[in-house]
């Protein structure tokens, strides 16, 4: 099956800090690109679908290089609500999910 | 609401029994799935149907059975012989096959 690789972390960060965490995938014929949020013991949530041109939500931007096969999600100005594990997910047949990256923000 | 329902939320098998898993979707979605999470682990992807009476196998589907009857059900049962059964289940669907999917709020299933 194809893969998707993610640093696993964790990332600790304070407060107010800017954070990126990029992945790497192995099909360059991939069209599709999502990150998912997963909080413990729960189930993971769409954050966001990631564009050609790079997209932009609130505090969160996410961009895609196709010609290196990684995608990067962007947080700035971290909450403490933002510490999750993130799921970087490339559409092959069915959705390939990284293993996640866990982020801690601290007071 | 739209969603998809998971029940039960925690499930306990004694050795030697089968259990089913249930996973029901109002989202009018064809594609469903089911993924096993162990602690600390991703998301490995036990059984997946894109249509209604057919589906494939995923990475784990050993000791797994499911079926699709109805656009709204993907029940996964849990046989006897998956020997390490102790996990979070969860089930998701999508509008297609390279859709995000929503997945439900998971079943937590242990070994007594």
């Known amino acids: 099956r194809k893969e998707v690789e993610q640093d696993p972390g964790p990332f600790n960060v304070p407060e107010g800090a800017t954070v990126a965490f990029n992945c790497t995938y192995s099909?360059?014929?991939?069209?599709?690109f999502f990150w998912y949020r997963q909080d413990c013991r729960k189930e993971p949530k769409l954050l966001m679908s990631?564009?050609?041109s790079g997209n932009e939500d609130g505090r969160f931007t996410a961009q895609l290089n196709r010609a290196s096969q990684y995608i990067s999600l962007l947080i700035r100005d971290s909450k403490l609500s933002d510490s999750a594990t993130y799921l970087c997910v490339v559409a092959d047949t069915p959705l390939v999910f990284g293993k996640g990256t866990r982020l801690s923000v601290i007071a | 609401d739209g969603g998809i329902t998971q029940s039960p939320k925690y499930l306990f098998r004694k050795e030697g029994q089968n259990v089913t898993l249930s996973c029901e979707q109002n989202?009018?979605?064809?594609?469903m799935y089911w993924y096993r999470q162990d602690p600390g682990q991703g998301l490995r992807l036990i059984y997946y149907s894109q249509i209604v009476n057919d589906f494939q196998k995923g990475d784990i589907a050993e000791g797994y059975s499911v079926s699709r009857e109805k656009k709204e059900s993907f029940p996964l049962t849990v046989t006897s012989a998956q020997k390490n059964p102790t996990a979070f289940y969860l089930c998701?669907?999508?509008?297609?096959?390279?859709?995000?999917?929503?997945f439900g709020d998971g079943t937590r299933l242990s070994i007594l």
């Open positions: 990631v564009y050609s």
């Open positions: 998701a669907s999508s509008i297609g096959e390279n859709q995000p999917q929503h």
């Open positions: 989202l009018n979605h064809d594609a």
């Open positions: 099909n360059s014929a991939s069209q599709s």
